[in-house]
């Protein structure tokens, strides 16, 4: 049976604890990804595998690398030509084939690595992949994946293509698709409304769905 991995990424703007608490006891395992670990200890967590070049975790979070007593360590060496996101899922694909994956701590920071960790995510096409923040909860839709969403009435709802010829299917939401092309990166889907229980479908390409709480 598929399990649901939570992968806490290092991005300089970190989940609350609370958010970081709720997800931990939703997933069946915790992967930090170097600064990651930070937003863990934050919240009184611990991991159950770190993944990165330790370049960025603070010094408490280095002496638990070093020590690696308490979970498990993938340590790389900073001269690399993969990030550490990569590597850590390579790492969920290694250890538990076919895991859900859910990030968080994933889309603050510089913009070249915000779309960098969004890209990678995407590549991710081995189960369904969510992003969860504070203020948003997304979803990477790749081809005849669907999301249905309940109980989120009058909520702001965007979908974006990301990658070319994307087509989707959405109902529910003030302004309706049936399969409708999206642009790469257009405009299209932004801005629209949850009206009642929606549901987005990606007919062809892949697309990332957000839903703001």
């Known amino acids: 049976m598929?399990?649901?991995?939570?992968?806490?990424?290092?991005?300089?703007?970190?989940?609350?604890?609370?958010?970081?608490?709720?997800?931990?006891g939703e997933c069946d395992h915790v992967v930090a990804v170097d600064r990651g670990l930070d937003a863990l200890l934050g919240a009184g967590l611990g991991c159950d595998v770190y993944v990165g070049d330790a370049d960025t975790v603070s010094d408490e979070g280095r002496a638990l690398v070093d020590a690696a007593s308490d979970f498990e360590v993938e340590r790389h060496d900073p001269y690399k030509d993969y990030t550490d996101l990569a590597l850590a899922l390579d790492s969920v694909r290694r250890r538990w084939p076919g895991a859900e994956v859910v990030a968080t701590c994933a889309t603050g920071g510089r913009p070249d690595m915000a779309l960098s960790v969004l890209g990678l995510l995407a590549s991710y096409a081995d189960a369904p992949v969510w992003i969860e923040e504070d203020e948003v909860t997304a979803r990477i839709l790749h081809q005849d994946e669907t999301w249905t969403i309940e109980g989120a009435e009058s909520k702001n709802f965007s979908i974006i293509a990301i990658s070319p010829n994307t087509k989707v299917s959405e109902c529910g939401l003030e302004w309706e698709l049936d399969h409708s092309p999206l642009g790469l990166l257009a405009g299209t889907g932004i801005s629209n409304v949850v009206r009642s229980t929606a549901k987005i479908k990606v007919h062809a390409g892949t697309a990332i769905a957000y839903l703001y709480k």
């Open 2 to 24: 598929a399990c649901k991995v939570l992968v806490v990424c290092g991005s300089p703007v970190m989940a609350s604890p609370e958010l970081l608490c709720q997800l931990a």
